[in-house]
């Protein structure tokens, strides 16, 4: 009888395997079509809160969706209208200090180098920086050196008429999607608990809880404290006079989806701008100020009130996931890497916790 029912469970696990299998190699065959979707499905599942509390105000749903998508688009709309401006002077005032900066580093950051390292750096780097700043004084170059990366980021979205059509279609299969899903939550929930056998629904659902509860707090809350962080980085960033501060505030922000990520970034940004400008000690010493004071700030008082006890996911799996995913998925990889983190972790936890509670650890311990 227990030969049978081992073997009826490891059937079942070895059809689990394939069938996981499966759905990410369709995962990976449809990547580019499914990219649109799971980016439409996170937008709702992001606001769907907002949604059932419109609903619960006895606002239609599909009018609170249609509110949902107008917010949405409000916020977009705004923050390109506040923010890209403001980004443009800025690289429009970096592009014009390029012949100051590439003189300050062939006149003093190289031989500093040199001197600190004990090392003698190639003449090649000497002469490329030369060459590059009289170029720069005869106006061969400038501002398209900055736009060399823009250049080849549209070139590549818009080479060809596939890509283009493409692009144009995440413009209008997004918002529609968001719509769809927004609007139809409830049952789209429900149709899948459905299709899970009622005796098992009770333990589904409450995993399901478990991963919505650190899916939820990490999306949500880490977003918030995203956008705050940006706000204080670009704030204290442009009053030490960092070049770009704005610009490199905002990074920093929103690479804290990462986190530590953006804490990185924003750091060796602003030393590299500093070091350009041929900035005194001083000036390091208040970047490096305003990071450790935004993060102390963050620690004590952002993350603590925002996420409030609920466990987040840990970083360094995070970055894994991010790393992983999108090397086998692309942009879709991106989008999936954290809900996927969360269901494993949970799922790990759950398993650690079966196992400490079975008899092979018991007859171990």
Not at 9 to 26: C, D, K, N, T, V
Not at 51 to 71: D, H, K, Q
Not at 205 to 218: A, K, M, N, Q
Not at 341 to 361: D, E, Q
Request: glycine content about 8%; charged content about 10%; overall charge positive.
């Amino acid at each position: 009888m227990n030969t049978n029912h081992e073997r009826l469970i490891s059937r079942q696990a070895l059809y689990f395997l394939l069938g996981l299998f499966a759905l990410g190699w369709l995962f990976y065959a449809l990547r580019g079509v499914l990219a649109p979707v799971l980016l439409a499905f996170l937008l709702a599942y992001a606001f769907n809160p907002l949604v059932e509390t419109l609903a619960r105000r006895r606002v239609p749903r599909s009018l609170a969706s249609v509110l949902c998508l107008f917010l949405l688009a409000v916020i977009t709309f705004g923050l390109f209208a506040l923010i890209v401006p403001t980004i443009h002077q800025e690289i429009q005032s970096v592009s014009k200090k390029l012949p100051l900066y590439l003189q300050h580093l062939r006149e003093s950051t190289i031989p500093w180098l040199e001197t600190t390292l004990g090392v003698d750096l190639p003449a090649s780097i000497d002469e490329a920086l030369s060459s590059a700043r009289q170029r720069l004084n005869n106006g061969e170059l400038g501002q398209q050196m900055l736009a060399i990366p823009v250049a080849s980021f549209f070139e590549t979205v818009l080479s060809g008429t596939l890509s283009l059509i493409s692009t144009l279609l995440y413009l209008v299969i997004v918002p529609l999607f968001t719509f769809f899903f927004l609007n139809d939550y409830k049952q789209i929930t429900a149709w899948f608990v459905s299709l899970i056998p009622p005796r098992h629904q009770e333990r589904v659902l409450t995993v399901s809880g478990e991963i919505d509860g650190v899916l939820s707090g990490f999306l949500r809350a880490q977003l918030t404290i995203c956008c705050i962080l940006a706000l204080l980085y670009s704030i204290a960033l442009s009053i030490c006079g960092v070049p770009a501060g704005i610009t490199i505030g905002i990074v920093s922000g929103l690479f804290n989806m990462v986190p530590y990520l953006g804490t990185a970034v924003g750091l060796l940004l602003s030393c590299f701008f500093l070091l350009l400008e041929g900035s005194a000690w001083s000036g390091y010493l208040a970047v490096g100020g305003v990071f450790v004071g935004v993060n102390i700030i963050d620690g004590l008082f952002i993350t603590p009130n925002i996420l409030g006890k609920r466990l987040g996911l840990a970083p360094v799996a995070v970055i894994l996931a991010i790393m992983v995913f999108s090397e086998l998925f692309g942009f879709l990889g991106v989008l999936m890497a954290v809900p996927v983190t969360a269901i494993g972790k949970v799922l790990a936890t759950r398993a650690l916790a079966a196992y400490r509670k079975s008899p092979t650890y018991a007859e171990n311990s």
